[in-house]
């Protein structure tokens, strides 16, 4: 094999890698929010699951959501998520990617496993992944 060939099957091999790194694919699908409207309140009724496939408590998830909405809320012993006032699905579904986003994936490596910790008075993002640590805001 020449020289030239050799370099070629590298060009090659270097393209199709830089493709596949282009790929960004996530095991996290967050569910679609299921809201239902009952007088003047609106239902979040897979709110529990939605906790459950994130990783994170469901009271802080509220606490975001409910401030974020600019109103007051509670969860019904089913695990649902009870808003004062109606609330469109498309509210909701921005709200917790952007919760996703800011509190969950880990913004060295991308990766959704992580958790958060207490230190003093700053909450810190561990990522189980990469083992990165980077301080969230608020």
Known sequence: ???SDYR???D???EGLQKEGMKKVSRLVLPT???NFVGNR?????FKEIADVIRR???KLLMYLARELATAASLDK???AIFIGRKSKDSFRVLIERYVADNVI???CGNPDTHIERQRKISILVCEACGAKSPLKG
């Open 12 to 14: 090659r091999v270097k």
């Open 1 to 3: 094999m020449s020289n």
């Open 8 to 10: 070629t099957l590298l």
């Open 33 to 35: 929010p299921e809201v």
């Open 78 to 80: 089913e695990g649902r």
């Open 106 to 108: 880990c913004p060295v």
């Open 42 to 46: 609106t239902y979040l009724r897979n």
């Open 57 to 59: 408590d469901p009271n």
